[in-house]
């Protein structure tokens, strides 16, 4: 979870890439991404027909 600025609790989704030791398995931490929920939310997500030649 992310909070606004509000402090508000909001979904959100926090990646987190390591890099690990492949004799001990040990993770080290690279970096930290963490993305903001969407403002609005997409009526669909099918993608638009295709235009080739093959396929009309």
């Known amino acids: 979870m992310t909070t ?3 402090g ?3 979904p959100g989704l926090t990646i987190n890439v390591y890099r690990v030791d ?3 398995g040990d993770r080290t931490p690279v970096k ?3 993305t903001a929920p969407c403002a609005t939310v ?3 997500h099918v993608f638009p027909p295709c235009a080739c ?3 009309r």
């Open 53 to 55: 030649p093959r396929c």
């Open 4 to 6: 606004t600025g509000s």
């Open 8 to 10: 508000t609790p909001q």
């Open 42 to 44: 997409e009526a669909s």
């Open 32 to 34: 930290q991404y963490e």
């Open 22 to 24: 492949r004799d001990t």
